[in-house]
């Protein structure tokens, strides 16, 4: 989704016929969504099972989820889900529902009170007119700060017990842990991670770790934490930022844990959902928690059947614990899902066994400092 909502949609359907249906034609950008509200349709035969990447919620049809992020989940059934920027669920629907009627779908907005309402469509069996309008009214989706129904749908997703899932390591190599803030700049306002709002630079990142180039980005070592007297409750004392674009140089195949932690944004009793999406891997999401993450939170980490995702959001005043194995070559973006907040610099970079990068494509040398050093016109020089 390319909104600055922490979105989520909600649909909801009516009445029963028989077996499965598909919901795939739902536009992903709740703006678009909302500017077409109740002018898609979902066709549906009765006895036919697919899939779908949606976030619903459904009166008398239930949905079965099934996989998210492409890695299968222990399947369970809902009557809606979030689904936040960056993110992807495979639900089945069963079209166990009267097929002389049409069903209302909703979608709303999660995590941030939306000016538009809530956005509509029609599930359609096709042994119905699709402009028959169902007869109950559309189902309300949850409140856009209902955080405990966000949280309880959340703590529902366990990852499937099968080979093709693995398991994670017991215990890690390195455990980076990032504050998230809100702060500002020159007058504007930035997000920043452990006080640094990340700013890209304009070499990019593979040609100048390879080819060991020390003046493309800063050489300081990012922060792998924030002071324990950090106040995750109130706004930033020291409310400026600094630009960075250091990175977090993995050791190539060590397990590294990642610690999010939300805190206030710059406005008193602001804290706000990040869906943060990894690059290059998926990790295991070992949960979540309420304030800040300590040593005692550490039995409550999931190792047991974590589901094994690459975007996972973490709620407002919370922490959300993730583990990964840094075993593919490669510098990867580590960031907010929300477009601007990226933008506004809430990311971070990591990096791992660059020097087993079979081929350095030339797009990757072709600008900033390596652009000068090693490209004549458009080869390598
Ligand atoms: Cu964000």
Do not use: R
């Given at each position: 989704m390319s909104t600055n909502l922490a979105g989520t949609a909600s649909s909801i359907i009516d009445k029963p016929s028989r077996t499965a249906s598909s919901i795939g034609q739902l536009c992903p950008d709740l703006r678009c969504c909302s500017s077409f509200a109740a002018s898609m349709y979902l066709k549906v035969d009765t006895n036919r099972r697919e899939k779908e990447k949606e976030e619903m919620i459904k009166r008398n049809h239930k949905m079965m989820v099934v996989e998210a992020d492409g890695n299968y989940l222990q399947?369970?059934?809902?009557?809606?889900l979030d689904i936040y920027s960056g993110e992807s669920y495979s639900v089945l629907l069963k079209t166990n529902q009267d097929s002389s009627h049409n069903y209302w779908i909703s979608l709303g907005v999660r995590g941030r009170e939306p000016q538009t309402p809530q956005a509509l469509s029609i599930l359609n069996y096709r042994t119905t007119s699709a402009s028959r309008l169902p007869l109950s009214p559309p189902p309300v989706t949850p409140r856009w700060d209902d955080y405990a129904h966000s949280k309880a749908f959340s703590n529902k997703i366990k990852a499937l017990d099968h080979k093709s899932i693995p398991k994670p390591s017991p215990t890690y190599h390195r455990r980076i842990v990032l504050l998230n803030t809100q702060n500002k700049m020159n007058g504007y306002t930035k997000w920043s991670i452990n006080n640094v709002s990340l700013s890209l630079p304009a070499t990019p990142y593979l040609g100048s770790i390879r080819f060991g180039l020390q003046?493309?980005?800063?050489?300081?070592?990012?922060?792998?934490?924030?002071?324990?007297?950090?106040?995750?409750?109130?706004?930033?004392?020291?409310s400026n930022t600094t630009t960075g674009n250091g990175v977090y140089m993995l050791g190539y195949y060590s397990t590294v844990d990642v610690i999010l932690q939300n805190a206030n944004a710059l406005k008193e009793n602001v804290s706000e959902i990040h869906p943060w999406h990894l690059h290059g891997h998926d990790f295991w999401l070992l949960g979540y928690g309420?304030?800040?993450?300590?040593?005692?939170?550490?039995?409550?980490?999931?190792?047991?059947?974590?589901p094994y995702r690459n975007t996972a959001v973490i709620f407002p005043y919370g922490w959300t614990a993730l583990r990964f194995v840094a075993d593919n070559?490669?510098?990867?973006?580590?960031?907010?899902?929300?477009?601007p907040h990226l933008h506004m610099g809430m990311g971070v970079v990591f990096a791992e066994g660059v020097q087993h990068v079979a081929k350095i494509p030339k797009e990757a040398v072709s600008c900033g400092v390596t652009g000068k050093k090693f490209m004549t016109g458009s080869h390598l020089g």
């Open positions: 399947p369970f059934e809902t009557n809606d003046n493309a980005f800063d050489q300081t070592k990012p922060p792998e934490g924030f002071p324990g007297h950090y106040d995750i409750m109130k706004p930033p004392v020291n309420e304030g800040k993450f300590t040593k005692s939170d550490e039995k409550k980490l999931n190792l047991k059947n974590p070559p490669g510098v990867w973006a580590f960031h907010c899902h929300i477009e």
